[in-house]
């Protein structure tokens, strides 16, 4: 076989080192072994905008929607933007016509800059300031979430018109899985606890502010769910305490809000929240609860963030160095890390890489890709398969980074973070600019 051939042969079989579950839609390997993202080779990327950076596929931003909606007919979807927002994704979730949840003044004035319709917007807070609440208010958002007791009488003192709202209750479901964080169970900082009448109590003084208009119920189970079973056990506990309402009251709430933490894979073998299951749970749950209660059936809303922007997201760095310790690792040093990358410090997350700028040739190697901090517990990948001929200037590709990347990235080390870059049908744009020595200046007095 000559070398024209093995190579031909490697291209054939190049593409299955990239898993379609875990990397953007259009992710695909060309003749040269370069990983290319929305018809782009990284390495121009790379050369373009530098490394670290942020690549993010629109075209998968959009598949992920398509599949919400096919999946989840008559369901509000309101992307949650903590999980990425700029002006540009701002801009998608309105050409998507999503909804948007948001919990800051940052993330409400990025989103209005990005042209969502305010009436779109939901704001999320367990602390919201009285600046935060008088913004929201006087812009029109859609929904306020009411999240605290005192929260109640502070919004309506700072209420010109009538504001519709929703009481977030912890309905004391746990979720249980690998990567799961779990936010619906009584004992965390969230929401109103079934227990002790704390909701209900919550809901008979926001009724009686006259101008606070509670139109339902808003919950939220926590992180990287992947069984859909606890979303009916929510829903039937939901559904229980609105028919208590109704009783005590005589108010029929028509909206309830289930949240996201849809779960998705980092690597080979995660699960993900299968949203068929997830649709025929929530049918299932809402026809049982509302039958037994005879309550009509509320809209749902559910809120998902990683699930849509997670895969979208792609990160690119630059290899600095290879360090091979005695009877210990191999270091693959990058030219970025947990500024960039908070996660695998702060949660243990694991990651998928390859190297993407040439076919990986040659036997592979088990190394701990780490980065440039001054910091231990600085790394982007542990124990990951890649190839043992890697070299300084390689090119390496973080697959899933869309996801509270960008959005919880910081300037540890007065190290800048990451322009972000949009890529779709062979043209890449950065959406954000990477951040500079100067920009870290000018906040210095």
Not at 87 to 97: D, G, K, L, N, Q
Not at 128 to 145: Q, S
Not at 384 to 394: F, K, M, Q, S, T
């Amino acid at each position: 076989m000559t070398l024209l051939d093995s190579l031909h042969s490697l291209h054939r079989a190049a593409p299955l080192r990239i898993d379609p579950a875990l990397w953007p839609v259009t992710t695909r390997v060309d003749t040269d072994g370069r990983l290319c993202v929305g018809g782009v080779p990284l390495t121009e990327v790379a050369d373009e905008f530098g490394t670290p950076a942020y690549v993010l596929d629109e075209a998968d931003v959009a598949h992920r929607v398509a599949t919400y909606r096919a999946q989840l007919p008559g369901v509000r979807i309101v992307y949650a933007g903590k999980a990425l927002l700029t002006t540009e994704v701002a801009r998608w979730v309105a050409r998507h016509r999503l909804g948007l949840d948001v919990c800051s003044q940052g993330e409400l004035a990025t989103a209005l800059a990005g042209g969502v319709d305010p009436r779109a917007i939901v704001v999320h807070g367990n602390a919201k300031t009285t600046a935060e609440l008088r913004t929201a208010a006087d812009v029109g958002v859609g929904r306020i979430v009411i999240d605290c007791g005192t929260e109640i009488a502070l919004l309506a003192s700072q209420l010109r018109a009538p504001q519709d709202v929703l009481v977030r209750v912890t309905p004391d479901v746990d979720i249980h899985g690998h990567d799961a964080v779990t936010t619906g169970i009584t004992d965390q900082k969230f929401g109103f606890a079934l227990a002790d009448d704390q909701a209900l109590l919550a809901v008979r003084r926001v009724l009686d502010q006259p101008m606070l208009r509670l139109v339902g119920l808003h919950c939220h189970l926590g992180s990287q769910v992947t069984d859909p079973t606890p979303y009916g056990d929510a829903i039937a506990r939901m559904v229980a305490l609105m028919a208590d309402v109704r009783a005590r009251h005589g108010v029929v709430l028509s909206e309830l809000n289930v949240g996201g933490g849809h779960g998705v894979p980092y690597v080979a073998g995660d699960r993900e929240l299968d949203l068929g299951a997830l649709r025929d749970v929530i049918e299932d749950a809402l026809d049982a609860a509302c039958g037994a209660e005879r309550f009509p059936r509320p809209a749902v809303v559910v809120e998902p963030g990683r699930a849509i922007v997670a895969r979208a997201g792609v990160t690119i760095y630059r290899v600095v160095a290879v360090k091979r310790q005695p009877g210990g690792r191999t270091y693959v040093a990058v030219d970025g890390g947990m500024s960039d990358n908070p996660r695998v410090a702060l949660y243990g997350a694991r990651y998928t890489v390859t190297v993407a700028n040439r076919h990986p040739l040659g036997p592979l190697a088990t190394v701990t890709v780490v980065g440039r901090h001054c910091e231990a517990g600085d790394a982007v990948a542990r124990d990951v398969e890649l190839p043992a001929d890697l070299h300084p200037g390689d090119l390496l590709a973080v697959a899933c980074t869309g996801a509270y990347h960008h959005s919880m990235a910081s300037t540890f080390n007065l190290v800048g973070r990451p322009p972000v870059v949009a890529v779709q049908r062979g043209r890449a744009r950065a959406i954000v600019r990477r951040e500079t020595t100067a920009d870290l200046l000018l906040r210095d007095a």
